[in-house]
């Protein structure tokens, strides 16, 4: 069964930090790139960050660059959004995503809720 499991998620002031990771099970993760996306209230799902592999070479959101990082870990078969300097504006529900050749071929997590709040 294809699975993939967020974790990490929670409440956090604003300038903090957090590190979510993405748990893997049931196909080759090596041959997917991993994305992450986002979800707020009264907005459409965005793509924040996504890795591909084996290279591993990275592209972000303008509005997260430079405070995010993809990163994964084939052998694994995890994948870990790191957020430091969180701003009120990047509270949504965060989705891992893996996608394979061809774009009919994709798995989603079932998300986790980061807040950051004072």
């Known amino acids: 069964q294809v699975q993939l499991v967020e974790s990490g998620g929670g409440l956090v002031q604003p300038g903090g930090s957090l590190r979510l990771s993405c748990t893997a099970s049931?196909?080759?993760?090596?041959?997917?790139?991993m994305r992450w996306y986002r979800q707020a209230p009264g907005k459409e799902r965005e793509l924040v960050a996504a890795i591909t592999s084996p290279l591993g070479s990275t592209n972000y959101a303008d509005s997260v660059k430079g405070r995010f990082t993809i990163s994964r870990d084939n052998a694994k078969s995890m994948a870990y959004l790191q957020m430091n300097s969180l701003k009120p504006e990047d509270t949504a529900v965060y989705y891992c995503?893996?996608?394979?050749?061809?774009?009919?071929?994709?798995?989603w997590g079932q998300g986790t809720q980061v807040t950051v709040s004072s």
């Open positions: 995503n893996a996608v394979g050749r061809s774009v009919l071929l994709a798995y």
């Open positions: 049931g196909f080759t993760f090596s041959n997917y790139a």
